[in-house]
């Protein structure tokens, strides 16, 4: 299979679990929404972010899907995006299992990463 399906298979985590996870930890409560918005006005207003005062939201809004967990386990290429949210939740599922964290190398390390459609010049 794949690093991350080995390294979920010894510590026994399921991929139920990890979805549950990702989905808690991404999840936008009421401050990261005005976080949000704070940060468009800001990017309107032309100010950078430091002299807007503004912080980021803790979650990116959306957990990672079943497909992208399907595909990541199988050891097909993610986005850096949902390798994000993934290691994510890794790293919070072994925090509550008192272990120490681990870095996404690790997990993705024998899965390159998906490229997008590359936009040619002058289009």
Known sequence: ?????????????????????????????????????????????KKSYADAGVEKPAGLGRGVSQRTLRDALAGTPVPRVARKKITRAVNSILVSQKKSEVEWRALFADVGARKGKSKGKGK
């Open 1 to 45: 299979m794949s690093n991350l399906s080995d390294f979920l298979n010894e510590n026994n985590i399921s991929a139920e679990q990890l979805a549950e996870r990702s989905d808690a930890l991404e999840h936008l409560s009421h401050t990261d929404r005005e976080k949000k918005v704070a940060r468009e006005a800001a990017r309107k207003a």
